[in-house]
């Protein structure tokens, strides 16, 4: 009797099986032309098990079609068609009860020479401290190729720039879609690159890095990828001393305590150079409050603060902590990581906002001047 239940036992869970999974048609479609495209190669991804390919087709034609795709529990997948070495995606989320599904990913065609992309959005930030200038820059590209194609060769076409006197890369990354992807500058003949492509629509690239400054005068030179109508230079504290060729005060940002600058139509290939001087942003609080000792450029704290202040500080150690104790199986995990990053960076740059803002004789100041440090903390376990 016994083994006759798990007879049954088993036919059920293999039909429960077969009944929750089916075929999925991937179709490939030429964005540059509109009609059937090809990819060199068709990858499906399954999210729900650490972006595990589950199957792959090389050197598809119009479309290509993958059996045994589970649509059960929270199956999401992700569909990478490659095509002259870039990759083009699609999410899938198959219905349930369902034993056919048709979806499609368009593929681009492929030149060379990005001929028709402009910067639609940028902004350059230089915040002073004592002893470094922390320097944020963020610029939004178009390709707006007609028709579409993408712009690729190796080793990148995305075009950055990084001083030779940086200290600390905090950030390099580049996004076309939703999640960005972290790299490096490639030097070349031409410059440096970033190893991506531009696609039909638009991408960001962003940055953040150190440079050494000596709380009086300090240099940031900035070098132009693109043709950038009106750019943008913000400053912190606004009473910061900047100068260049070009470069006029445009206003003053009173809610986020920024000075700005302007200078109008940059071109590509532009070498900037801005001379700044001035008391920079106090590292340290007064020694009643906190003991800080620097250490090849990290900020150490030995705390004696209100409760308030250490609880909000050991909340954000303790998601550094928990942040480090789920980073490591899975690409999952490792977005998660990334977001996390992602977001602790964000506070990083509404903290600074808010020190500027402060009164400059308000404890409201040295509070917020310890969570900036602890944000900083927590940043340094978890990259």
């Known amino acids: ?23 999925l048609r991937v179709n490939i479609i030429n964005g540059t032309n509109n009609t059937k495209g090809n990819a060199d190669r068709v990858a499906l991804m399954d999210l729900s098990s650490g972006m595990a390919e589950t199957a792959a087709a090389a050197n598809v034609t119009g479309s290509t079609t993958f059996s045994d795709v589970t ?69 939004d590209l178009e390709n707006v190729s007609n028709p579409p194609v993408s712009y690729f060769k190796s080793p990148g076409v995305v075009k950055v720039f990084l001083p030779e006197n940086v200290t600390e890369v905090e950030n390099v990354s580049f996004k076309n879609g ?16 970033l ?22 005068a300090g240099e940031v030179i900035e070098k132009i990828g693109y ?50 001087s001035g008391q920079g942003i106090s590292e340290t609080a007064p020694e009643e409050h906190a003991n800080h000792q620097q250490n090849t450029g990290r900020i150490v704290v030995e705390s004696r603060m209100d409760l308030s202040t250490e609880l909000a500080i050991s909340g954000v150690l303790i998601l550094a902590a928990l942040i480090a104790l789920f980073m490591s199986v899975t690409q ?17 740059i509404a903290l600074l906002k808010q020190y500027a803002s402060t009164d400059k004789d308000s404890s409201e100041r040295d509070k917020v001047l310890y969570r900036l440090v602890s944000v900083y903390k927590t940043l340094d376990r978890i990259k």
């Open 71 to 139: 649509s059960e529990g929270q199956s999401q997948y992700l569909i990478r068609a490659t095509l002259n070495g870039i990759t083009y995606s699609e999410m899938f989320v198959p219905t349930a009860g369902v034993s056919a599904w048709e979806t499609s990913v368009t593929v681009y065609d492929t030149e060379p020479e990005a001929t028709s992309v402009k910067a639609v959005d940028s902004y350059f930030v230089i915040y002073a401290f004592e002893t470094q200038l922390y320097i944020r820059k963020l610029l």
């Open 195 to 216: 190893p991506y492509a531009l696609k039909p629509g638009t991408s960001q690239i962003d940055m953040s890095y150190y440079l050494p400054y000596d709380n009086s």
């Open 227 to 276: 043709d950038v109508d009106h750019y943008h230079v913000y400053t912190m504290p606004m009473d910061l001393n900047i100068s260049g060729s070009g470069l006029s005060r445009e206003g003053t940002d009173n809610e986020n305590g920024l000075a700005i600058y302007s200078i109008n139509g940059v071109k590509a290939g532009t070498t900037l150079q801005f001379k700044v």
């Open 1 to 23: 009797m016994n083994r006759i239940v798990i007879k049954h036992l088993l036919l059920s869970i293999l039909l429960a099986g077969i009944l929750n999974a089916g075929d």
């Open 332 to 348: 999952q995990n490792e977005d998660m990581k990334q977001e996390s990053i992602l977001m602790l960076k964000e506070q990083k």
């Open 178 to 193: 939703t999640m960005p992807l972290n790299s490096q500058p490639i030097q070349t003949e031409d410059g440096q690159v």
